[in-house]
């Protein structure tokens, strides 16, 4: 059974900072490409953070460069979203994925994250 885990979200402060987990079991780890999306209210499902297999390269939306940071510890099977400066416009369900290929990509079901005052 795969499964991915997200936890970590909450509300925060616009400036605030929040850390995202996503444990991973069912899947090889570390051969799967790992990332970070988010759904707004009333908007699609974007793209926050991937980050390579190795974890040596990552990959970040406009939106969040600079303020997010995402890693992964393969040997702990999860990978992580660091958030820094939020601001409101960050509110969203985040979602973690795993992408072994086309045909084996996995979600989770989601952490809710509210910036407000």
């Known amino acids: 059974q795969v499964q991915l885990v997200e936890s970590g979200g909450g509300l925060v402060q616009p400036g605030g900072s929040l850390r995202l987990s996503c444990a991973a079991s069912g899947i090889i780890f570390s051969v799967n490409v790992m990332g970070w999306y988010r759904q707004a209210p009333g908007k699609e499902r974007e793209l926050v953070a991937t980050i390579s297999t190795s974890g040596r390269t990552t990959n970040y939306a406009d939106s969040v460069k600079g303020r997010f940071t995402i890693s992964r510890d393969n040997a702990k099977n999860t990978v992580y979203l660091q958030m820094n400066s939020l601001k409101p416009e960050d509110t969203a369900v985040y979602y973690c994925?795993?992408?072994?290929?086309?045909?084996?990509?996995?979600w989770g079901q989601g952490t809710q994250v509210t910036v407000s005052s």
């Open positions: 994925n795993a992408y072994q290929s086309v045909y084996r990509t996995f």
